[in-house]
RNA sequence: GGGCGUGUAGCAUAGUCUGGAUAAUGCACCGGCCUCCUAAGCCGGGGACCGUGGGUUCGAAUCCUGCCGCGCCCGCCA
């Protein structure tokens, strides 16, 4: 309740100075109250006790006393245990409430200073099947690509696709020994684990193939011109594939937000020159690197980061830098984000400072790596695609959509197949994106299929069924005096809703500081838990005073955008009918 | 061995940054609620020594620290 600390605070600042109480002793101890009854905001006294030589209840009697004129019209301050609490009055409520259902934005002001900021997130690999794993990076980024973007920021996205490297040489080989047309064919029908194991099997197990890889990578390097062909069927099928997935997903990710390990291969030179330039490069065991500091091997020795190998190859930590240099001074980026697992994090402190170090990277940039964690297996380990237990992720979508399809046709058979359809889709990709990006994402998770197509409880199923409730409230609707009639909040479930309506700011700018969205979905189901509350015991359309009626359609309409809002914040649709 | 992270009801999680009163939510479980604006819902109930031992504090799930469990990382893969 951010807006009630803001409304309260000048009073509670002119009674604490006629109390003699320094804003340095109580200025930190206001704070949202823990136990709702007693109102929306507390104050602890006993650490006042101290300064004061008082009992903390005494304390918070005399404060009590001194700022209830004062906070005349906003709020009822109380004193109980030592404790101040001070409770929203209606009438404030139903003024800031009304004042945030009248913005289009529910009160989310703008950044003040828009930042550029490039966001590097999904990022799969050329031939190779997404899997389950490949869920987190692109649902997480994706949100986070929209939250900072709903922000007045600009956006880039960047799918920093793996489509360069020893691989390729065998993915080539494979792809001649099938034929162009039927591998490109697999490919593009989404076999691409059958497709990368048989050429990962031959180069095990047929030192000519091995042989004929090896080769073709020198070849690769090299630009041949018939080897780029090749490759270039790969990475083009392998994309198509993609962006089916990501259709289906209802990513933001398109064309040309590709920017793969290739692009950025001829700057890896330069990558050497600069950071040699800068006195920072080092050999070290026949490779060029740089000790970064602060990281030890296990023998106890400084670790480096390898900039160029032994045999001249480069790998993926030059690759980064030379990201880091062209997001920074081609695209003017302020702030690099990298939604990438939990495992890498040392890599990306590494890269990081060797980038601070070399002067890449100043003061005025933001390099963070927005990790997460990993998805288990019910065995605790971290699911493998070579295991054979990982789930690949289109067949995930495909089953929550059939099972939302199940539901829906249960639930309102009425529909035309059309929309059914399409309510199915949005409920059943919400329904997985939601599970991931509710949980805090620098934590493991088990991967649970019940758990991931529930259509019950927190889920976004969940959202999205208040919101097409209030959908067809409207649509019996046909005045619309509603519109800019004042909300006037008399009910204790009209009270829960329009407070949880008032937090929605502060949810989110949690959500978009620390780059969590988890918090943006914990607050979304409170609002639609106040609104399912305030449904089930406040009428709306068959109330007879007009005023309720009109004040209570304005708070539906309000809720109705928050969570369209938030849900689209998410990547998640809001049907209007389910 | 070193580094990083993590441990909250049977299960899955929020809360930890910024310490406050009775630890929040969902699933599962028990009991109610559809002649009434969508029951994918609502109301009520039981269920937690917040891993564990110390410390700081008037006050600790939250801060510091020892230990234990688990996970990840520790030089030419990405």
Same mark, same amino acid.
């Given at each position: 309740m951010d807006p009630l600390i803001q409304a309260t605070i000048p009073g509670i600042r002119q009674g604490m100075s006629t109390l003699g109480i320094e804003e340095d002793d109580?200025? $930190?101890?206001? %704070?949202?109250?823990?136990?709702?009854d007693h109102g929306d905001l507390a104050m602890a006294c006993h650490s006042l006790a101290r300064v004061l030589r008082k009992s903390p209840v005494d304390i918070a009697e005399d404060i009590c006393a001194a700022i209830t004129p004062n906070l005349k019209g906003f709020a009822q301050v109380t004193s109980m245990n030592g404790f101040v609490n001070i409770k929203a009055t209606n009438s404030w409520l139903s003024e800031r409430v009304t004042e945030v259902a009248s913005d289009s934005r529910l009160g989310i002001t703008k950044a003040e200073i828009p930042r550029t900021i490039a966001i590097d997130y999904s990022s799969p690999n050329v031939a190779k099947e997404m899997h389950v794993g490949h869920l987190r990076s692109t649902v997480i980024g994706d949100a986070l690509a929209r939250i900072l973007s709903y922000q007045g920021h600009t956006v880039i996205r960047e799918?920093?696709?793996? &489509?360069?490297?020893?691989?390729f040489g065998m993915l080539i080989e494979h792809l001649l020994d099938l034929g162009e047309a039927e591998a490109g064919g697999e490919i593009s029908v989404g076999d691409l684990d059958s497709f990368y194991k048989s050429a990962r099997g031959k180069f095990d197990e047929d030192s000519d193939f091995a042989a004929r890889s090896r080769a073709r990578v020198v070849l690769l390097q090299s630009g041949d011109e018939d080897t780029l062909h090749l490759w270039k069927v790969l990475v083009n099928e392998s994309t198509r594939y993609f962006n089916e997935v990501y259709r289906l997903l209802d990513?933001?990710?398109?064309?040309?937000d590709l920017m793969g390990e290739s692009a950025y291969h001829p700057l890896l030179p330069s990558v050497v020159s600069r950071l040699s330039d800068a006195g920072l490069l080092e050999e070290s065991g026949g490779a060029d690197v740089v000790f970064p500091g602060g990281h030890l091997n296990r023998e106890g020795e400084p670790l480096p980061l390898i900039i160029?190998?032994?045999? %001249?190859g480069y790998n993926y930590a030059t690759t980064d830098i030379a990201c880091i240099i062209d997001r920074i001074e081609?695209?003017?980026?302020?702030d690099l984000l990298y939604v990438v697992g939990t495992p890498q994090s040392r890599h990306f402190e590494m890269v990081f400072e060797v980038c601070r170090m070399a002067g890449?990277? %100043?003061?005025g940039h933001r390099s963070e790596h927005v990790n997460f964690g990993s998805v288990l297996g019910s065995d605790g380990k971290v699911l493998k695609s /070579? $295991?054979? $237990?990982a789930v690949k992720l289109v067949d995930l979508l495909e089953e929550s959509i059939s099972r939302a399809t199940a539901v829906v046709d249960e639930k *309102?058979?009425?529909?035309?197949e059309d929309e059914k359809n399409q309510i199915a889709r949005s409920v059943g990709i919400g329904a997985v994106k939601f599970s991931d990006l509710s949980?805090? /994402?620098t934590r493991d998770y088990v991967f649970d299929w019940s758990k991931m197509l529930s259509? #019950?409880? &927190?889920t976004s199923p969940y959202l999205q069924y208040a919101h097409a409730r209030i959908c067809s409230i409207f649509t019996k609707? #046909? &005045?619309? *005096?509603?519109?800019d009639y004042p909300i006037n909040i008399n009910d204790h479930y009209e009270g829960r809703l329009a407070r949880s309506l008032l937090s929605y700011r502060d949810s989110f700018e949690s959500s978009a500081r620390d780059l969590m969205p988890n918090r943006l979905c914990t607050h979304l189901l409170a609002i639609s838990s106040a609104f399912t509350s305030f449904y089930e015991n406040c009428p709306v359309l068959i109330v007879e005073d007009p005023e309720v009626r009109n004040g209570r359609l304005r708070l539906c309409d309000a809720t109705a955008r928050s969570l369209k809002i938030g849900l689209s914040l998410l990547g998640i649709d809001a049907p209007e009918r389910m």
């Open positions: 109580w200025g $930190s101890l206001l %704070g949202p109250s823990t136990v709702s799918n920093h696709i793996g &489509d360069w490297g020893t691989p990513v933001l990710l398109v064309d040309a160029r190998k032994g045999d %001249g081609r695209l003017n980026a302020d890449l990277l %100043g003061a /070579r $295991s054979g $237990s *309102n058979p009425g529909l035309g949980n805090d /994402r259509f #019950e409880g &927190d609707v #046909e &005045d619309s *005096n509603w519109v």
